[in-house]
């Protein structure tokens, strides 16, 4: 990062710099860092000090399979974001005009709109009359309605689609900044546009490539919205479990242990990408 | 020359067409459905009647919780957008190892899940008596939001030229006054477009006051939540209609305000 926050100008005195920042760190260290180290604690020392909500959530076969879960359909939301968002993200670069402006409204607009009102969207297109079962039957796919709310598929389409854009914005930032010019020179040296995708344009992207398929993988292991509202109360992931510890089961140390564990992986995945994981590179698509 | 028609890029376009349907279509769908008849969503939308806007503006709960998430949203933008210029001169005009400290902050709300910081926040505002109050959503809120703020503003931040503030500085203007007078109305436009992500990102937030909304006071978010949850009436795409119009609104607005900046630069 230090090419961002390179430093410029005149330097300013240590305590000025102290007394600017100050404001930041008092507010991380009061409602992020302190609440959550907290709450971590809760969780290896109620109720008896040790490791034993933790073990509850590897022995009992039900709480395994809720990680195990989470982590697929992680991993399916990653991939199948990646499927759509590397080719938009490539017309977005190769657009011009109003053609550009176009495609731009259309990732931005989902982007800032709210998550609440896209998980009503889905409920309503997936439920049992609705638009995707006529579309099923109308191809002849089925010939009755099937079940498609409060089940697995359900939350990870909502899911890639709350997710996608910010896949695009990383993978069209990286696209951005590749010199037309290599992709021409290859063409000059006889590569087609297979080979030029391959060994030209994707390994140049592979930055935001990656840095999108974190970002959304880690916001993926810890979504609790679509699977609250469009997944089954049988298939839950980690957050719903979390939430139905705490407001159902009153069992504060458990859920802390669910947060901990969450917690702990994202943060160990983070510090193995910190290379490719760079936020300034993610918000370079800003646009 | 190149052929008229490539199939491989015709192919290419209508994958995209697809992806663009997948991305968009769910929205442009359920916004009609406030105009429906029916008390339950259907689509295509039948009647016409303007009776779900009612029912939203009509109620006094959506009123109570649409202000409440007004006011948090409202102070998260300001306070965000101050800490964050404030903590981004510091960085740009020097912060030593401060700098790196800073930097690995802002970067873990990002990592660690909202639902993580929720479950926090919850246990530590019930001990401290700042659950479901003002303050607490809005602290909670300026946490997401800071990294947002952080990057629009360095951006336009580390593009100042820094001798502009030295030229005021040598013509007799104190620090404050160079920065004042000669940086920050050159990034104010990224100043405003960080507190507005701030304003969108507080006011839309579903999984912090999930947890943290009591049963008296709730958040227009936590009120859509439970809608969608046990009835799922029209009343939620008539929200959707207006929650859409503003994302629009706030996306016009930022991209005048980036217009501006570059207009200025060149």
Redesign the interface.
């Known amino acids: ?1 230090a090419g ?9 005195p ?1 305590p ?3 007394l ?2 100050a ?3 008092m ?2 260290v ?7 180290l ?2 971590l604690s ?1 969780s290896v020392t109620e109720p008896q000090p040790g490791l034993g909500n933790y073990a509850k959530i590897v022995e009992n076969p039900l709480y395994a399979t809720v990680l195990m879960r989470t982590l697929w359909i992680a991993v399916v939301v990653t991939v199948c974001s990646l499927l ?1 968002a590397f ?2 993200a490539m ?1 977005m670069a190769q657009a011009r005009g109003a053609m550009a402006l176009l ?1 731009t ?6 982007f ?14 997936l439920q049992r009359n ?2 995707v079962n006529g579309l099923l039957q109308w191809v002849g796919l089925t010939s009755e309605p099937v079940r498609l709310l409060y089940t697995e598929g359900a939350v990870v389409i909502a899911m890639t ?1 709350v997710l ?2 910010f896949m695009v914005l990383p993978i069209y930032g990286a696209l951005r900044n590749i010199p037309p010019d290599y992709g021409r020179a290859a063409a000059i040296c006889g590569a087609g ?1 297979i080979r030029r995708f391959f060994e030209v344009t994707f390994p140049l992207a592979l930055p935001g490539v990656m840095g999108g398929a974190i ?1 959304v993988f ?2 993926a ?5 679509t699977p ?2 469009l997944g089954s109360p049988k298939e839950q992931m980690i ?1 719903t479990l ?2 139905q510890q ?1 407001r159902e089961f009153l069992d ?1 140390p458990f ?2 242990a669910l ?1 901990g564990v ?2 702990v992986f ?2 160990a995945i ?1 510090l193995a990408f910190s290379k490719v994981f760079r ?2 590179r993610m ?1 370079g698509g ?1 646009l | 020359m190149k052929p008229a028609l490539d199939p491989a890029k015709l192919l290419m376009n209508a994958y995209v067409a697809l992806i663009l349907a997948f991305l968009i279509l769910p929205i442009l769908i359920i916004l009609p459905m406030a105009f429906s008849d029916t008390d339950y969503l259907t689509f295509p939308p039948q009647g016409f009647t303007l009776h779900w806007f009612g029912d939203y503006f009509g109620n006094s709960r959506w009123m109570k919780a649409t202000g409440f998430s007004l006011k948090i949203a409202a102070l998260t933008a300001v306070i965000t957008a101050a800490i964050a210029t404030a903590a981004t001169y510091a960085l740009v005009r020097g912060a030593g190892r401060l700098g790196a400290l800073f930097q690995g902050f802002l970067i873990m709300p990002i990592v660690v899940p909202h639902i993580a910081l929720a479950v926090a926040l919850y246990l530590f505002f019930q001990r401290t008596g700042l659950a479901n109050t003002v303050a607490g959503y809005v602290m909670a809120h300026s946490v997401i939001a800071m990294p947002f703020a952080v990057f629009t503003i360095a951006a336009a931040m580390s593009a100042v030229d820094p001798t502009l503030e030295d030229a005021a500085m040598s013509c007799g203007a104190s620090r404050f006054s160079a920065f004042r007078l000669v940086t920050l109305p050159l990034i104010l436009p990224n100043v405003l477009s960080g507190g507005l992500f701030a304003f969108i990102l507080s006011f839309d937030e579903p999984v912090i006051t999930f947890f943290l909304a009591g049963i008296r006071q709730k958040t227009l978010p936590r009120m859509m939540f439970d809608n969608i949850e046990q009835s799922l009436t029209p009343t939620i795409p008539a929200i959707a209609v207006l929650l859409t119009a503003m994302a629009v609104l706030v996306l016009v607005a930022a991209g005048l305000l980036r217009r501006v900046e570059a207009r200025r630069r060149s």
Do not use: K, N
């Not at chain 1, 009061?30 to 959550?36: Q, S, V």
């Not at chain 1, 292991?221 to 919205?225: C, R």
């Open positions: 990062m961002f926050f390179a430093w410029r100008g005149r330097h300013l240590p000025v710099v102290a600017l920042m404001p930041f760190f507010l991380i009061f409602a992020f860092l302190y609440p959550i907290s709450l809760l759509l080719p938009l017309a495609l409204a259309c990732v931005l607009l989902p800032w709109s709210s998550v609440l009102v896209r998980t009503a969207a889905w409920s309503v297109l609705g638009i689609h996608m854009p546009p970002l880690l916001t292991l810890g979504y609790f919205i609250a509202l957050a979390i939430s705490l504060w859920a802390a947060v969450l917690t994202v943060t983070t936020f300034d918000m800003q």
